[in-house]
Structure formats: C-alpha cells, structure tokens
C-alpha cells in the first residue's frame, strides 16, 4: 500500500512536516450512497479547508512517499503510541503529513521586521506537530447541510453548542474524505468547517537559573495587593486552569479547587497522570494556600480542566474539539471568571477561537471571561489562540526586569518570549516557585519546586491579577478589567509605548487594584442605592425605593420549572408574565445561585405598601440630537444589553435577563446621558382594597 502525504508549499517558506493519523471508523451497515452522481465526492489531486478566524485558506496536496507503511511508528514509537490508544486505532496505519499555511494578508506577521510579508504561522521552530484524523468540526451550519452530510455517510458523533463533530465514512481514505466533506459543507452554507486536528504540542522546559524564592511577588508588588480589600481573591471568583490536569489532593490546592473534569480520558477529576506537573505548577502560582509558598490569589476558587496529557517523549496530546468543549464547560458549567491558558496550537482553528470569543461575550453573567494566554518561548512570532485580538496575551520578563530573550543575562540562552502585533504585556517567568503533583511524581520528590519556567509561568501571574480586580469590583466587564491591567503595566527600561516585543510593559498588580479599587468605591458610592436603599431611576428623576429582603421573584417563563424549582412554585404566588414570589429562605443556596445564571431573579422593592418588581426592560425616549450619544452609552453600559428601536423610543434588555442587571442599565444611562427620559419598567402588585 502506497504512504500518502499530504503537502502545502509556500513560495519561499519552510514547509512544516506534520503527522497525519488514520483512525479506524466505528463499524457501519447500509452505508447511504450519494443521492446524485454530481454530489459524489471526486478525489482530488489538492484538498483545501478554510479557516474563518483568519479568513484564511489552507491548500492540501497528496503524493506518494517511498519507504515503509508508517515511516513514524519506529521513529517515536511513544508518541505513536499514546495517540493510538487514545483513538483507539491501535493497528491502524499511519501516514506522514506536510501542511503550511496560506501567504494571506490574515496570517502572523513578524512585527519586528519592517518588512510587510506574511510569515508562515506554522514552523519547524514552533515546535507544534499537527495530526489529521478522520473527523471533521461543522459550526453554525443548518440542518440542510448536516442533512447533506449524513446522506454521504458522516456520522455526528459530538455536539457543543452552534458545533458537531462528525466522523466519516470508513471508505478507502477516510482522512482525505473528511477534508472533503468539510469542504462541502462550507459550500452548502456552513459558517465553519475544518477538519478536527490533533496537536503534538513540545512541553516547555524547566528553569536551570536560580532566583530569590518568590522574587516575582516582590517584582509585582503582591504583599501590597494582600493588604487591599479583597487583595487576596474572593472564593466566589472562578479561575479555570485548562492544560495537563491539577493535583487537587495537594495540600496546597486542595481547598481551592471546586470543579474538576477530564477532557482527554473522560473521567470526571482532572488529576493528572504520571509526571505531568504543568497545569499544577499554573494552579500554584494563582491560588496555592501554602503559607511559605503563597499563590497570588490565595483566597480565589479554581477549576480544572485536563485538556492535554504527556505522550512519554516530552510532547502534549490536544484534540482541538475536545479543546473547545472544555472552555464551553469552564465558562457555562462551573462558572469560570477567568481563563488560564498556557499553551499554544500553532496554525488557528476556528472551533477553538469560537469557544474562546463566546466565553468572552457571554460569559460572567454577559460580563465576560477574562481570557489569558501565553505567548510562547521560541522567540519567534505568536501562535494560535495568542494571535487572537481578544484574549490578553503574555510574554516572560526576567529577574532583571526586562523581557526575556536568548540573549538576555539570566542563565538561560535556550529560549526566549514570543512577539507580535497582539502581545498584551509581560509579567515574571522565569524560575517561578510553586506546587509540584504531591508525592514523589511530577518534576521533584517534593510539593514545591523554584524551577517553573517560561512564558506559561507568565500567564498564571496574569490571570490571577485579573481574578483579584473581579474580586475588588465584581462589576468590572472584561474590556474594563483589561484595560485596567494594560494601563497600570510598568513600562520597562527605555520603553515608551507599546511595542510588539514588550507589549504596554510588565504586569504591575498592585497598581492594578488600587485603580480597580477606585473604581468599585465609586460604583459602590453611585450604586449603594441599588444595593441598600433601592432607589432607581424613573424619567429621569430618582425615586427611592425599600428592598424587600424577605422575598424574591423568580420568573419561570424562561425556563422548565423542574426539580426544587417545582416544589416552591406551588407554594409561590403566581403573578402575570410567568413572575412567582417566593419566600427567599425557602430557596436552597445551589439553586439560588442557580436561578442569578439563568438570569431568573428579579428585584422584589415595596414602596407605600406597593410590591414592585424590577423587569429586565428599560425604556428611553430618545429626543432630537441624543440618539448617538444614547447609543454610545448603551455600547458602554456596565453589562451588555440588546436594544430594539421602535420610532423615537427605544427598548433596552439586559442579555442576562436580569432585573438587577436592568437597574443598573438605567442607572448608566441616566448618569451618561441626562437628556433622554430613561423608565426601568417594573411590575406592581397591588393589594386588592376591603369591599
């Protein structure tokens, strides 16, 4: 049998060499054959795939390769190994792959050169070996299209949200087939569709240099953050560690980690296996409860997410959908405020930036996630998720106070922090303490370890900053939080604007929280009456209102009144628009914290005997000249929000559905824009007067 390879040439690049895996296709009977003979699936002498993110399109090419069938397997027969137990090919034949990508306007760019050509996004040097698989990720596409599919003999064997993973067929070649199918079903009007790839990610190395213990608390100024209110964390805030797993039996970690789940084995604790210490050493750096080795955010919750695991050779093993699924699951299961994500992926893929962008808009209440990212450690431009524009991307500064390259001072010429045009900033990482997997695996026989390196120890530093500003101001919008941390980032020597290898500087915690402490004492000064008083606003003129703390409404219109929720519903009093009140003690603190996610929960105020109910609809009469400034204020309101215009008049909705988010819209409004009439609309219960 012939070995194919799969091959894009750049003009004048380095072509990447990547592994292509066939995985056998579970056994199928009367296989549906295609309706037409024009919708058969021609083998081509090329194979494309386009990347939405990027707008990017990637060329395949085959041709036949002399030599043995699977030329890899004796090559690195570990590695080969655990991705065939891992998808279960165990005897399948593997072929050997070459891809580049497309010289697109899209593509990196090396914005250190003065030169505009595009540079490859993937390269030897990036250390990232990439897999095709059989499998191929559909998003946002109608049923027509998975109709189409099915009918070609794809078979759906996962779904995440507005995605489908599907498999196909187990023809003569399946891996070219899925390249095929995906292809059709951008045709037929699918808004994504790539093969599912499987990464073979090189592991970062340890420090060899030698650093005071905790020098990078010092440098970022944690000792005065701790002395803030709120300085250390709130448990209530999330961090979702998404790499290798979390030792949450550590003593040092076990307290903080609330939510665990396994990615890549299915099993529901993240506890990683052998020696694979990464995402613990993260952990540590941001919420480690160890007195002698204290996280930056010791007082905050952590979930982990094991979305990689060792393949024995010094190389991670990540499925891109499985990928995606866990961020989905951080944000919209266990409630992540922030994402810690110190790995790379190489060349973009669109199923992964889509979970990360929806985190970002739609997590936290419509708040939004705050997404932290590493650069990478090969001195060459950014990777994949860090040339997205959204998350806040992380390089290394050193002991010296000065970003991190092979030829700094600091002992350790074998690697250097990655550049480009969407570097954030740089934050300590470089011989990091933290937790070491307790017991006698992971890096040392002991808890802790002086060594963690690399601009994956970077990235913690910068996710735990901003889980402590939600935590001094849990109303800051990730926008918000983010541009707090680029603008109080110390600038570093010589440096005096942002630069593509520099970022806006080093990350400067401290700083950081006194300004989100300004802010939440100003929110709580405008604000206080929401909270305490209840006073909101009413065309324009404030009108004080008592809080009702002894009962809450719940609206059940929006969703299925099951479980607990069916229980108190019938002992509530059932008002119009599917509104109940309820006792709010007889509500349970889980399905109270339930009920604020669903954006169930509205207000309950008594005003002169009067039980009013704050909806989650504000109105604004919007006059001459005010319609931009309106709307202006509504892009900048503290939560986001969906407006519908109907003549002079417009309707704002909180995205959340919450009537405490709708104060809060009013309130922003009125404070930004006097001129416009602005009514929270509220639901009035009046008692029926003795006849």
Request: proline share 6%; with cysteine.
């Amino acid at each position: 049998m012939a070995v194919k390879t799969l091959e894009l040439e750049e003009a004048g690049e380095e072509v990447t060499r990547v592994t292509t895996v066939r995985r056998m296709a579970p056994r199928r009977v009367n296989m549906p054959t295609p309706a037409r003979q024009t919708d058969k699936l021609v083998q081509p002498t090329k194979l494309t795939y386009h990347d939405a993110t990027t707008a990017m399109q990637v060329e395949v090419a085959l041709r036949a390769l002399p030599g043995p069938l699977d030329p890899m397997r004796a090559r690195d027969p570990r590695t080969l190994s655990v991705i065939a137990t891992r998808f279960h090919m165990r005897d399948a034949p593997l072929r050997e792959v070459t891809i580049a990508a497309a010289p697109l306007e899209a593509a990196t760019r090396d914005m250190s050169s003065t030169s505009n050509t595009s540079r490859p996004l993937h390269s030897r040097a990036s250390m990232v070996r990439i897999f095709a698989t059989d499998a191929f990720a559909v998003g946002h596409a109608k049923r027509e299209v998975a109709r189409s599919l099915t009918d070609r003999g794809a078979v759906a064997i996962s779904e995440r949200g507005a995605w489908t993973l599907y498999l196909a067929p187990p023809d003569h070649d399946p891996v070219v087939t899925a390249f095929q199918l995906a292809h059709l079903a951008r045709v037929r009007g699918a808004l994504n569709a790539h093969p599912n790839f499987i990464r073979l990610v090189r592991r970062p190395t340890n420090a060899v240099a030698t650093l005071p213990r905790l020098w990078n608390h010092a440098m970022i100024g944690v000792a005065d953050t701790h002395r803030l209110r709120h300085g250390r964390g709130r448990r209530a805030i999330r961090v979702a560690i998404l790499d290798e797993g979390v030792d949450d039996q550590h003593p040092a970690l076990a307290a903080a980690v609330v939510a665990s789940r396994d990615f890549i084995d299915g099993a529901h604790s993240a506890m990683p296996s052998g020696n694979d210490a990464h995402g613990t050493a993260c952990a540590g750096v941001i919420a480690s409860r160890d007195r002698s080795i204290p996280g930056i955010a010791p007082n905050v919750s952590l979930v982990a997410a094991r979305i990689a695991k060792d393949d024995g050779a010094g190389n991670w093993v990540m499925d891109d959908f499985q990928t995606a699924d866990a961020i989905e699951w951080c944000w919209k299961v266990a409630r992540a405020d922030v994402l810690s994500c110190s790995w790379r992926l190489g060349i973009p893929i669109d199923v992964v930036a889509d979970a990360l962008n929806d985190a970002r808009a739609r997590g936290r209440r419509g708040k939004g996630v705050i997404v932290v990212v590493a650069a990478g450690n090969d001195e060459g431009p950014i990777q994949f998720p860090g040339t997205l524009s959204g998350p806040l991307v992380v390089g290394a500064s050193n002991g010296n106070d000065e970003r991190k390259t092979r030829s700094s001072k600091d002992g350790e010429p074998h690697w250097g922090s990655s550049h480009g045009p969407t570097l954030s900033l740089l934050a300590p990482g470089i011989a990091i303490a933290t937790t070491d997997i307790s017991g006698a695996r992971g890096h040392t026989s002991a808890d802790f370890h002086d060594s963690f390196n690399g601009t994956s120890s970077a990235t913690p530093h910068v996710a735990a900053a901003a889980a402590i500003l939600v935590s001094i101001a849990p109303t800051l919008t990730e926008t918000q939080v983010k541009r707090i941390v680029l603008r109080t980032a110390r600038k570093l020597r010589k440096q005096v604007r942002w630069t593509p290898t520099e970022g806006h500087g080093r990350l400067d915690l401290h700083a950081a929280a006194l300004q989100a402490s300004t802010a939440a004492a100003r929110k709580r000064k405008k604000n206080a009456t929401l909270a305490r008083a209840g006073k909101t606003y009413s065309n324009g003129d404030r009108r004080p209102l008592t809080r009702d703390s002894t009962r809450v409404a719940v609206n059940i219109a929006v969703r299925p009144v099951v479980g607990e929720l069916s229980a108190l519903v019938e002992g509530g009093r059932p008002l119009a628009e599917g509104i109940v009140l309820v006792d709010r003690k007889r509500i349970p603190p889980r399905l109270m914290e339930q009920l604020l996610e669903n954006g169930q929960v509205l207000p309950v105020f008594v005003d002169r005997g009067t039980t009013i109910i704050a909806m989650p609809e504000v109105r604004v009469a919007v006059g001459k000249g005010e319609r931009s400034s309106v709307f202006k204020a509504i892009a900048r309101a503290p939560v986001a929000a969906v407006t519908e215009e109907s003549g002079d008049k417009l309707v704002v909705r909180p995205a959340s559905g919450s009537g405490y988010d709708a104060l809060r819209i009013a309130n922003h409004l009125v404070e930004s824009s006097p001129g416009p009439r602005v009514a929270q609309r509220f639901l009035r219960v009046v008692s029926r007067p003795e006849s």
